[in-house]
Every structure is written in structure tokens, then in C-alpha cells.
């Protein structure tokens, strides 16, 4: 009797749970790694979980954000918080879609910290790709960027701009022409 069949014969019962137990691992680990992947996909976000949103996608698309994935502006970047929003936050949030629990347009509150990852060069507060002459480090220090930019990333608000965003708060300042310029820098011609 050969070698394989002496070794097949004596421990085949072995053999068959260890094969076993590599094509359950091999499916367990392929369908976490595909599952992982999918729920951070642009599809599983739109077509599942937020179809409530109703027209989400192309008001994205036509938004300042339209460009971006999901999980660039919602997601974590530190593959532990990614853990614990999959553990604890995904599951409310299903719920809240399971019971209808949820307003609509759907808005989940975006942090500076994620405003941050895109806006800010290296000295803190200073915006990229615009043209503001402040630097936002006052405003963000004590309001969230959500306070004078709402709910603009998907279309859902036109973004107020100029005065009309300002003026919000600061429209004593705005009416005194002589405050021009802690806004738009020195470089502002008074009629």
C-alpha cells in the first residue's frame, strides 16, 4: 500500500475537516473582503441604504461634491474607526431605514474633521480652491463648517454666497464699509 493511501486510510476523517475548513475559511475571509469592499462602494451607499433619498445620485452629480465618493465626506480614514462605524453606527442607521425612523432629504452631520480632509492647506484654516480672503480657522474654532455651508454638498441648498452668507451673521459689519476688508483684504476698491 502506498504512502497516500496508508496516510488517506488512517487519517481521512482529519483530512476531510481540515480541507473543509480551509474552503469555509477561504469563503468566510473572500465574503468579509468582498463585503468590506461593498459597503464602502458609491453603489451600496446610493442603490441600498439611501434610496430613500430619492434623486440623491444625480443631485450629487450636479453638486459642488459630485466628484467625490461617499465615503470621501462620510467615511473614516482610520481603519479602527472604520470598524467601529460598520459595529455600532451602521446598525442604528439601519434601523432607522428598517422603521422609517429618518428625515428626509436624509442629512447625516459631516464634521469639520471631514471638511477638513479636503479644505484646509497646511496652515489650518486656510480654504483651498476658492477665492476667500479670511481665513476660516475663526469660524471653525467655535462653529461647525455645516453652520454657513448647510446641507450644499449633495444640492440639496443652493450655497448662499458673498453677503448673502455672511450677512447671516455679520450684517451690522457688512452695511460698514470700512470693515470691507476683514473679508476681502486690502485689496478692495470703495465706490
Request: aromatic share 8%; hydrophobic share 30%; net charge negative.
Amino acid at each position: 500500500m502506498s504512502l497516500i493511501k496508508r496516510v488517506w486510510e488512517e487519517r481521512k476523517e482529519l483530512i476531510k475537516g481540515i480541507v473543509i475548513g480551509v474552503i469555509i475559511g477561504a469563503i468566510l475571509v473572500g465574503g468579509g473582503i468582498f463585503g468590506w469592499e461593498f459597503t464602502e462602494s458609491d453603489t451600496f451607499c446610493t442603490a441600498l441604504c439611501h434610496e430613500v433619498m430619492g434623486g440623491y445620485d444625480l443631485a450629487l452629480q450636479q453638486g459642488p461634491h459630485g466628484s467625490e465618493h461617499c465615503v470621501d465626506c462620510h467615511g473614516e480614514e482610520c481603519f479602527i474607526d472604520k470598524i467601529k462605524m460598520k459595529m455600532f453606527e451602521d446598525p442604528v442607521t439601519f434601523v432607522k431605514y428598517v422603521t422609517k425612523d429618518y428625515e428626509t432629504p436624509v442629512h447625516a452631520h459631516i464634521t469639520n474633521e471631514f471638511c477638513e480632509r479636503c479644505h484646509i492647506t497646511p496652515l489650518k484654516g486656510n480654504r483651498q480652491m476658492s477665492d476667500v480672503g479670511f481665513d476660516h480657522v475663526i469660524h471653525t474654532e467655535v462653529l461647525d463648517c455645516e453652520t454657513c455651508h448647510g446641507r450644499v454638498a449633495h444640492g440639496y441648498e443652493p450655497m448662499p454666497t458673498g453677503h448673502d452668507l455672511c450677512g447671516r451673521c455679520h450684517q451690522g459689519e457688512i452695511r460698514d464699509t470700512t470693515e470691507c476688508s476683514m473679508c476681502h483684504g486690502t485689496t478692495v476698491a470703495l465706490n
